[in-house]
């Protein structure tokens, strides 16, 4: 299913689509979106949503994390808090220096999204939006034309009649991604390793890739926090997405190295899966699948009995715990598959070291608050990634940073700014400068932009 200037096609060929957008991508690059209309859409979109008026197949999760997703003041905090207020204002920072700088958008931004998580395309090219970006989106062929049709809604909710023009769903196979790609200033893509190499490959030269492999969550919980209902909270986060998203835990790291402790919270933690597991539709794996996650299990059984390697395996209907009594990590061969470990606190950064740059994000649960937090920031210093309390709507990427890598910082020199800047601006705050995808000017007086990572 196409989305083409906000009309839902099956009787297009990407090569009739891709005409129709290029002709139009100069005058769209010329006057990028304002933000204030994207949120104005999405919090129409999301009372829509909510009054039930939109028929698009959302579960009750989905609907509700969209409609939390696309409030107003969400949207709007988010844009403060990662480019500022005003973000596309020229501005003067230092007054020492005679140079200005601003955020503007990329420009046009190819998605290539993965089907384990069907919200993420929305909530991407939304994202992307905010910035001002034109959005090309590639869902994946799972997504059976559901991101179109709820990105139609979003356009339909848009009252100015702009938002269509900064949209486009194009369901393109694999090899014809670099047809899809010849024209963008940036591609965003999610998958595992070859998947994104065999992008990559595909994407111009001098294009920003945005690459969103595989990456790890764990849960780190203290003895005492260890309640039932934070049991059964961190089980419907392994269980809701069968750790198929990478926000689903794979490891629960214990803040105890006693035995006894871990045999009492494997002994506990079987319960909570039992208890909670049939609440959610399980993934059947395939046999490939599932022979690693027999052999696993197999190996650690082996060693607890001939190697004397402290530990259990506590297994059900469809899923498993396995304690191994030491600080080595691997990755979880997933579908209900939860790695138990004991790490004290003071070696948790020689633990989780190795996986420094795989990790995404991490859920903590400690009894004192004091300490609670003191821990927290501990990991978040030394690994980055979030903070984050179990909620029931997954998106598997850090939402934050992405914005931070689509955007341009702009700096111009004092003598660039008479024809640049509104002459009826006042004070350090001008009329967003016209510069888009220029490359750095080393030595030279004109206006430089710079690529931001921040």
Known sequence: MYLINGELRDDITLETALEQLHTQLPQRLNAPIDSD???DAAARFALQLQAGRLDVPLDNDQRLGLVDFCQRSHLTTKLERELGVQPRSLRRIDYRQACFESWHPLGLVV?????????????????????????????????????????????????????????????????????LCTRADGVAAWGGENALKAIRQQIPAGCRWIDWGHRISFAYLSPEAASDSALDALVDEVCSLDQQACSSPQ???????????????????????????????????????????TTRTAMARLEHCFAQQTGQVWTGPGWRVIWDHHQTLAPSPLFRTLLLKPVPQHLIAETLLPWRTVLQRH??????????????????????????????????MDF??????????VWIGPHQCQHLLDPGAVGDRFAPARILNQQPCLGSPGPCVADSHE
């Open 363 to 396: 859920r903590r649960d400690i009894g004192d608050q004091s300490l609670a937090s003191q821990k927290g920031a501990e990991i978040a210093q030394l690994f980055g990634g979030d903070i984050f309390r179990v909620k029931a709507f997954h998106v598997p």
């Open 400 to 409: 934050l940073l992405i914005h931070f890598r689509r955007v341009q910082r």
């Open 111 to 179: 998605h290539i999204t993965p089907g384990n998580a069907p919200m993420l395309a929305f909530c991407a090219v939304l994202e992307s939006l905010l910035a001002g970006n034109i959005n090309w989106l590639r869902p994946s062929s799972s997504d059976q034309g559901l991101t179109a049709r709820l990105l139609a809604a979003l356009v339909h909710c848009d009252t100015s009649g702009q938002l269509a023009d900064f949209i486009a769903v194009l369901p393109v196979s694999t090899a014809q991604i670099a047809q």
């Open 37 to 39: 209309t994207v949120i």
């Open 251 to 293: 490891w629960l790291l214990v803040d105890s190295n006693d035995p006894a402790v871990l045999l009492d919270l494997g002994e506990r933690l079987a319960k909570a899966f039992t208890r909670r597991s049939s609440h959610w539709p399980a993934l059947v794996p395939t046999d490939q699948e599932a022979s690693e996650i």
